[in-house]
């Protein structure tokens, strides 16, 4: 099992950044691969970045890419993800989510609210 907790949403204005962070706690093997994710009002969940163990194999949305980085920190059992050039579509609750490298198993986290206003 694996606890997941988000921190770092809030309101910020179009153009602005924010660094959401998801600290882990439990089973280190089911850490393997974390991302985020994110739904808006109205829309089904949806990918914006993960990351592996070792913090080189990356992947994100096209929607985010050269705006968002995404990083972790296995000391502290810690994902990062990097907003920068907020845009209000980019408006939504975000997800921390955590897989082992093997098996189907996947962690949520209860989400954290990033509000971009125009």
Same mark, same amino acid.
């Given at each position: 099992?694996?606890?997941?907790?988000?921190?770092?949403?809030?309101?910020?204005?179009?153009?602005?950044?924010?660094?959401?962070?998801?600290?882990?706690?439990?089973?280190?093997?089911?850490?393997?691969?974390?991302?985020?994710?994110?739904?808006?009002?109205?829309?089904?969940?949806? @990918?914006?970045? =993960?990351?592996? &163990?070792?913090? +080189?194999?990356?992947?994100?949305?096209? $929607?985010?890419?050269?705006?968002?980085?995404?990083?972790?920190?296995?000391?502290?059992?810690?994902?990062?993800?990097q907003m920068n050039s907020l845009k209000p579509e980019d408006t939504?609750?975000?997800?921390?989510?955590?897989?082992?490298? @093997?098996?189907? =198993?996947?962690? &949520?986290?209860? +989400?954290?609210?990033?509000?971009?206003? $125009?």
């Amino acid at each position: 099992q694996v606890q997941l907790v988000e921190s770092g949403g809030g309101l910020v204005q179009a153009g602005g950044s924010l660094r959401l962070s998801c600290v882990a706690s439990g089973r280190t093997s089911s850490m393997y691969r974390m991302g985020w994710f994110r739904q808006a009002p109205g829309k089904e969940r949806e @990918f914006v970045a =993960a990351i592996g &163990w070792t913090g +080189g194999d990356t992947t994100y949305a096209d $929607s985010v890419k050269g705006r968002f980085t995404i990083s972790r920190d296995n000391a502290k059992n810690t994902v990062y993800l990097q907003m920068n050039s907020l845009k209000p579509e980019d408006t939504a609750v975000y997800y921390c989510n955590s897989s082992p490298r @093997f098996g189907t =198993a996947n962690y &949520w986290g209860q +989400g954290t609210q990033v509000t971009v206003s $125009s």
